[in-house]
């Protein structure tokens, strides 16, 4: 028998009770209770961001709400400066691109953070510049960027910090006021322990005046339409209501349990991963910043990447990810984030281990589980 499991960064698994929670029966989104509903999401959102603002939600995939803090913040022709470090950063240059911005990048080699400097001194220089979108981590690498240091340097300039969440959105802690972050993009499929389907995207004191003055062409994405339905606890089009449900579960969940505790855990995992990988004699993909949310392991000369992946996933049913780009074949990826315990990340160490060892690689097999363990039976 084959189950199966996902251990990739995105999608990730759903919990039981979550899916429960999404099984009950359907409700009007117009129906006076919902605004009930839509009030814990809000409420949720709000504790998970560690925000006073507004943070909407949209039925999307991440990218949309990526989209529209495009759309929502620039006019044609507007200078926006967008760190591309991997295969997401360059998708914040394709957003520019596609609605007549004049995108400046911050090129930074894969494997790399950026560095906040160069955003300070291309600042310094040009004050027409309006944005600064980055990731909080690059899933195509397993890099962190250092938002905190780059919301810093933004909020002694006039631009704005953008920051996509998405894959690192409760499993590291980004608080989006004591940091001074300005807009903040989420999605559900990552560390929230959901379907894909939903996107989220908080939008800060210093973004609500540049909202206002934005003439890029918008409709679904308008911010200002739906913060004023969303205040009111409505959406301004259909909600997603069977995944409010589990949102709002989720939410239970993670206040029962503590974010501090998921953050912690999330770590944990990651450290006896770092200690499996260490005892193979393999390295992080990330040179820097490496994250907790996931761990891109750089493959010994010989071992073909894809190879490892589609090993897991034909003989095992074990969904990790592969590189992308100038990362393809080079690496794979496995994900600690969300709803995803020791005994998987031990699960996920044995796998690779054999995928390794039937790759013919000569290393000690066994010795990524007992690293793992031993980081584990200490905690
Ligand atoms: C997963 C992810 C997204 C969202 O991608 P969608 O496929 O649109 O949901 C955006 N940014 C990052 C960094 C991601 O990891």
Request: glycine share 10%; aromatic share 10%; with cysteine.
């Amino acid at each position: 028998m084959k189950k199966v499991t996902l251990l990739s960064p995105g999608p990730t698994p759903v919990p039981q009770r979550v899916l429960l929670a999404m099984a009950q029966p359907l409700i009007h989104h117009r129906a006076p209770d919902f605004a009930g509903i839509f009030q814990k999401v809000r409420d949720g959102l709000k504790m998970v961001y560690e925000t006073k603002s507004e943070v909407l939600v949209y039925s999307s995939s991440g990218t949309g709400a990526m989209e529209s803090a495009v759309v929502n913040l620039l006019s044609p022709g507007d200078k926006a400066i967008f760190v591309n470090g991997g295969k997401f950063g360059e998708r914040w240059g394709s957003l520019l691109r596609a609605y007549g911005c004049q995108p400046l990048e911050i090129k930074v080699p894969w494997g790399y953070a950026a560095d906040p400097a160069q955003a300070a001194a291309l600042l310094a220089q040009d004050p027409s510049i309006k944005a600064v979108y980055v990731q909080a981590l690059e899933t195509s690498t397993g890099v962190e960027h250092p938002v905190e240091e780059l919301a810093r340097v933004c909020r002694k300039s006039n631009a704005l910090l953008v920051v996509d969440a998405v894959s690192c959105l409760a499993a590291t802690r980004l608080p989006m006021d004591a940091w001074g972050i300005d807009v903040m993009v989420g999605g559900s499929q990552k560390a929230l322990m959901l379907p894909p389907g939903l996107a989220f995207v908080g939008i800060g004191p210093r973004a609500l005046p540049v909202m206002k003055e934005s003439r890029l062409p918008k409709f679904y994405f308008s911010w200002d339409k739906e913060i004023k339905n969303q205040r009111e606890n409505k959406g301004a089009f259909t909600s997603a209501v069977s995944m409010f449900f589990g949102l709002i579960d989720v939410f239970e969940m993670l206040r029962e349990y503590g974010m501090d505790k998921v953050y912690a855990e999330t770590a944990l995992r990651a450290r006896a991963f770092g200690a499996a990988m260490e005892a193979w004699g393999l390295k992080s993909y990330a040179r820097q910043n490496p994250s907790p949310a996931l761990t891109a392991v750089e493959c010994p000369s010989g071992i073909d990447g894809e190879a490892v992946v589609k090993w897991l996933r034909g003989k095992y049913g074990i969904f990790i990810a592969g590189g992308q780009d100038e990362a393809k074949g080079r690496i794979f990826r496995v994900a600690h984030m969300g709803y995803i315990t020791e005994f998987d990340t031990l699960q996920a160490v044995s796998a690779i281990e054999m995928a390794l060892h039937g790759l013919g690689y000569d290393f000690n097999m066994g010795s990524g589980v007992a690293a793992a363990q031993q980081v584990f039976g200490e905690d």
